[in-house]
């Protein structure tokens, strides 16, 4: 995966915009006034989910080695290259559940219309057109970004250096102090 | 060129077709099958629950996906003799008999429900789901009733009932013994139809219903002296494997009445392969040949009699039983032996629990799952797991579900075994050895499990 969807859980404030526009984004006709008396009803595959203090909101993680696809029977969760997200082929589907059993993060969900297994698909086709994922680009604060993993890496180690830098300094006050003292 | 016929087109049989024919390309593959929709079965509680209407949407293996392997799917179309000697199959096509000549052949004709002998089941209005014609019923036949009486223990049934439970019935679930049985120890058991009868599915465990009354329709039924006024019943009583077909040709059944096979998926007669739930299969655990009709395993070994069917030499191990499903807000988990199956297979186990209530996050407590429990064999090693938990269960099961594949060892499982927050080996140091008596096992009779090297890898 060159991109994937970061989350910044200390952003979130648990108001549901990705809920939401992934579910839009996911439904028939895709204009809320006729998503939401759709039937089946559009599933979301995000979720907001309160944890002690925080709202963090928790979808597929498209992990590398994916569990879900070595495991399905069938072939059904596949991803077509390295770098492509993890999607479902509702086709092959049967419905035995052992990649909801798997998932270490139990994101995998069948819908109360009971379809095939529902999960996040990265937004697939919005991808291919050069958009965001539909949950990125309604997050108001900036919780969900969606970055290349070259980024990622980058903004931690500036983050981890720039913590160095402060407690070495820190250090040497107080030693200064010390010395002066 | 090589000619294969699959006799069959539910997960089994569609497998055992798609990984023929990509393990050789030159084949002539064929999928012999009356079923018109095969369906993802957790599609019957959608179609009950009215969330869907149309049957392709819970279709799978459809026709453009055979085809682009360059599969051939003779439809509706049903086998109605093997000849192994001159290797032709004979079918009923369109209402017209035709002889297809194979170079070797897959069996993967299914099972049929297996009804109880109860009086009155026979009658107009009790209903079973293993095709989509018998959903169907169950969807025309709820629409006027009240109430309904599911008979059954598994996964499935539970599903059905939860799903005449969201269309308003009256929903009372019979079973004879406890529910989900093989897969959830008694206690575990237990402790779920209490949830679920607390939740207005009205449980009526312990006994089988005595009878099924009315004039020639379903009227009522009698559980333990009682009579209950409904309409509908629906049997989710299990499997029977569907062998005619095979017996007829002389290929040997295993002890459980399924079709014989060895670890090449290969029944008695050379060539012709089964899979599914007319057959029986290897077990991870023990090596041993047993008759587990689940979607999971029949899909597996579907692939393994395809390919061999196609001409490679693949052979298993063994599979792993894995069932997960969420029930009225439970998701329960369950993997590999139960104490009840491992009785089946003489294999004498331990059952431990796992106690997380203790996990607590400054001093609350927090309960990460509901219920846990361990099976070990005499050497320590894990054998099986089940769990119930509220939510992300799996986060755990996953875990569970490695240390049983490896069959790995008990204590060095339990300092690895961790979630998010902290390591759970603080919370185990209480480990409850509930201790399950394996009856009528002798300590010499007892399996102790297959070799470890040989449970790393499983059936891919």
Known sequence: MDKVIVVNIEKCLGCKSCELACALVHSKSKVLEEAIVESPRPQRMVTVEAAEEFAVPIQCRHCEAAPCVGICPTGAIQRQSEQAPVVVDEDLCIGCKLCMLICPFGVLQIGPEGRAIIKCDMCLERLEKGQEPACVEACPTGTLKLVSLKEVIKTRRREASKQLVKETQAKEKTKSRKNHK | MRRIVVIGGSAAGMMAAIAAADENTDAEVAVVTQDQTPYRRPGIAALIAGYITEPAEVRVFSPERLAQHNVKLLCPAEATNIDPQNKIISIQHDGKEEHLSYDSAVIATGGHPLIPPITGADKDGVCTFTTYEGAAEIVEKAKGASCAVIIGAGFIALEIAEALMHKGLDVYFNVRSRILRKLLEPDVSESLSDKFNRKGLKMLTGEAISEIGGEDRVEYVIYKGRKIATNLVVMGTGTKPNVALAAGCGIKMGPSGAIKVDNRMQTSIEGIYAAGDCAESPDLGTGLFVYSPVGSIGASAGKIAGRNAAGANQKTKGFLRAQADEILGMQIYSIGHSSTTAKEVNLAVKVHNLDASRLGQRGRTTKPFEIARLLTDRNGRIVGAQLVAKKYGSQFAWQLYRAVLE???????????????????????????????????????ALTLADTASRKKINQ
């Open chain 2, 407 to 445: 069959g790995a060892n008990r204590e060095q499982f339990l300092e690895q075994f961790n979630w998010p927050r902290m390591k759970l080996t603080e919370a185990l140091v209480d480990l409850v050895e509930s201790t399950v008596v394996v009856e009528n096992v002798g300590e010499g009779k």
